[in-house]
């Protein structure tokens, strides 16, 4: 290991981050010129660049004047997913433009490339850089070889590196460095190949012309498919940054939407909420192709049912049912858990995980937000095939004998199971919605047998998901008459009931739960998922808010007729997305974002809010 080095940061805050990608992986790039989040080539490859979770021993790839920066600016080029980042100093101001070259769907010659262009906007700047990769989340060692033409070979890792560059980078240790200085105007380039061991990736040094077509390029690509959204409201900018980074997180080789890029960031600074969020969470996957489909984007939804077929619904899935909560992208449903214990973990968050034992839990509401998803594709898309029918329909039977059982919930808490009113609810979507699909396409089903399920679930939640002497639906089932009353909880996915056609958003019942959570789970437009005081989760520490739950607030609001406040509120939750239009998981009270950075199901959800409340405001 060498030497600390002058230019080692702090950690920044979770919030200071663009990210980019190439629809296989993505890189985190903090405003202070570091990417320090990097797995390659895929999303759920160990880390090459991994900071963000020990600044000592995780690696990564700095680019940073030589004097003080007097102040740091972030933003993406319009309708791209191309970061600039720019940093004012005494002396000058300097320009980092970085991207992951895209340049055509599914391209069969893509290359998995880094580029970072360094340009001086005024000024005559003295620049450093240090690539420091520490492979296998700094557990793998590996040589540096610099070439004849100034770039550097990284090998002997599960990945191996080759950094073209058009200035000269001298060996040191494992890393390598340069100085230079940039006249105004002038720029230089730097170009990092991800390659198989024994296979390098070509690393030539970069020609500023051909840095130039691969920036075009990947502009027209991003500003291709965003133009086939729909979306025309009021809130354009803050729903497409929401669209870009929901395709960001998909993987487009096999049609999987991740839950977020990263590992280990915490739910709560120096507590153990830490995990791995580098997967295909049904849930959230299935979420996300509805916000899609709300945009006009098909493509992607017929992208993730191939891989729903492929993979989950042949997987035979294991003790919990036919289905497992997440799986690998490859459709994969081993996820064991393990700790990094080498990692100091962000702040001293710790332990850092991969993997996650989540996987192996019971959550029933998956099946009703999988089925959902599928009958939003037959409505909007292409249809389902058969072979994708046949396998709903064996699904279905399971859940039709396994419904009223606990579960342990859409929070996947880890203090025992329980009857979930959410999980019974999406329970009722899964029927209601297999039943609707049987009906609008002909398609074979046992009609009857369904829908007398769906009575008996819809019965079930209104006599014991409602607390009468609350007046709210609460967060698990009352237990059956004679046998005592359980404490009251409210749950923020009880916001959802309306939303996925279970109950009417006018209805006494609902508009009081509403009422309810807005009073105990609400501080400004920020939402808590539930008072784990009341309802322990097995978990120690606190938490944040939920980025999701205020979204999901706002658009309760708003199908209750309260459009207004609906406004309102929306518009003080985008204060809280960072200075890019993302959000973390979390959001703590101090407005400091907390977890997984970006999470898919934030974005989906404000899509859905601001979609929903553009047609209520007319």
């Keep these: 290991m060498t030497a600390a080095s002058p230019l080692d940061p702090p950690y920044l805050p979770i919030a200071e981050h663009g990210l980019i990608g190439d629809l296989r992986t993505a890189a985190l790039v903090g405003t202070d010129g570091r990417v320090d989040w990097f797995c390659a080539p895929r999303f759920d490859s160990p880390s090459v660049f991994g900071a963000l979770l020990d600044a000592r021993r995780g690696g990564h790839w700095r680019i940073a004047p030589l004097c003080d920066v007097a102040t740091r600016q972030q933003f993406y080029f319009p309708e791209t997913n191309i970061l600039i980042t720019r940093m004012l100093t005494e002396d000058g101001m300097v320009e980092v433009q970085d991207f992951m070259p895209v340049s055509r769907a599914h391209d069969p010659a893509h290359r998995q490339r880094l580029v970072r262009r360094v340009v001086n906007v005024r000024g005559r700047m003295r620049m450093a850089v240090e690539i420091a990769p520490r492979m296998d989340y700094g557990r793998a060692r590996h040589r540096v070889a610099v070439r ?80 086939g959204s729909a979306y025309t409201g009021r809130w354009r900018e803050m729903v497409h940054r929401s669209a870009l980074t929901l395709k960001l997180l998909t993987h487009e080789p096999s049609g999987a939407l991740v839950a977020a890029p990263t590992l280990g960031l915490p739910e709560r600074i120096g507590g153990g909420r830490n995990w791995d969020y580098r997967h295909v969470w049904i849930r959230d996957a299935a979420f996300s192709l509805y916000a899609l489909l709300r945009l006009g984007f098909t493509e992607e939804a017929e992208a993730f049912i191939g891989w729903l077929t492929r993979g989950p619904l042949r997987s035979g899935g294991g003790p919990a049912g036919p289905l497992r909560v997440m799986y690998t992208i490859d459709g994969r449903p081993d996820l064991p858990e393990e700790e990094l214990s080498h990692l100091a973990g962000y702040r001293g968050s710790r332990p850092v995980r991969t993997g996650n034992a989540a996987a192996d839990q019971t959550q029933l509401d998956i099946y009703g937000e999988l089925v959902d998803s599928v009958y939003l594709f037959n409505k909007y898309g292409a249809g389902i095939a058969h072979d994708g029918w046949t396998d709903l329909c064996g699904v279905l039977d399971w859940l039709l004998e396994n419904w009223d059982r606990p579960d342990e919930g859409i929070w996947e808490t880890r203090a025992g199971r329980r009857d979930h009113t959410y999980s019974r609810v999406m329970c009722w979507v899964a029927v209601e919605r297999m039943i609707r699909m049987a009906r609008h396409r002909g398609l074979p089903g046992d009609i009857v047998r369904w829908s007398a399920a769906r009575d008996r679930i819809y019965r079930q939640v209104m006599d014991r998901g409602w607390d009468a002497a609350a007046g709210t639906f609460v967060q698990s089932l009352r237990a059956p008459e004679g046998a005592g009353r359980d404490r009251p909880v409210l749950d923020a996915s009880l916001l959802l009931m309306p939303m996925v056609k279970f109950i009417s958003p006018a209805d006494p019942r609902f508009t009081a739960t509403l009422a309810a959570i807005t009073e105990q789970l609400v501080t400004d437009s920020l939402v808590f998922r539930y008072d784990p005081a009341l309802s322990p989760d097995g978990l120690t520490g606190v938490e944040g808010t939920f980025s999701i739950c205020s979204f999901w607030w706002v658009e309760a609001l708003t199908r209750t007729g309260q459009a207004e406040q609906a406004r309102i509120a929306l518009e003080k939750t985008f204060t809280y997305a960072n200075h890019v239009g993302q959000y973390a998981e979390q959001i703590s009270l101090t407005g400091e974002h907390l977890g997984n950075f970006p999470q898919a199901f934030t974005h989906l959800a404000l899509i859905s809010a601001a979609v929903n409340l553009d047609r209520a405001l007319g």
């Design 148 to 227: 004849p033409d100034g770039g550097v070979r990284f090998t002997g890792g599960p990945v191996e590196l080759a950094v073209g560059s058009t200035v000269p980078l001298r060996a040191d240790g494992m890393d390598a460095r340069a100085e230079f200085s940039l006249e105004e105007g002038h720029s230089e380039v730097f170009v990092l190949e991800v390659g198989e061991p024994g296979r390098t990736g070509r690393g030539d040094r970069p020609d500023p012309g051909d840095a130039d077509a691969l920036f075009e390029r990947t502009v027209a690509f991003w500003r291709g498919w965003l133009s």
